[in-house]
């Protein structure tokens, strides 16, 4: 049986830059970068970690697919609802007018 920590952490500081980009196939798509900066709230199993480079690294990791699905799931939820909550087509609008 493997033993999963659980660890609660907050997310203090976000920053993210988002850019539209067109191939030469003509083709639309945003890359959305995040960086975010947080600390662990919460240690829910009895275990001391030394907080050495992998295990930083594996934290790292997890928040990244955590984020990367909350994202995901904004961002169909909206299609879902045939929405532009996130002001898309305004930001290509002012980054790319001529497109």
């Known amino acids: 049986m493997s033993f999963y920590p659980r660890i609660g952490v907050e997310i203090?500081?976000?920053?993210?830059?988002?850019?539209?980009?067109?191939?030469?196939?003509?083709?639309?798509?945003?890359?959305l970068f995040i960086q975010a900066d947080g600390r662990i709230q919460d240690q829910l199993c009895p275990t001391d970690y030394v907080w050495d480079g992998e295990l930083v690294s594996?934290?790292?990791?997890?928040?990244?697919?955590?984020?990367?699905?909350?994202?995901?799931?904004?961002?169909?939820?909206?299609?879902?609802?045939?929405?532009?909550?996130?002001?898309?087509?305004?930001?290509?609008y002012r980054k790319k007018p001529g497109e």
């Open 12 to 31: 203090f500081e976000a920053q993210s830059t988002l850019e539209p980009v067109i191939s030469d196939e003509g083709e639309y798509r945003l890359e």
């Open 58 to 92: 594996s934290l790292n990791q997890c928040l990244t697919t955590v984020i990367r699905n909350e994202v995901k799931d904004s961002l169909e939820q909206a299609q879902e609802l045939g929405t532009d909550v996130f002001g898309f087509g305004n930001l290509l």
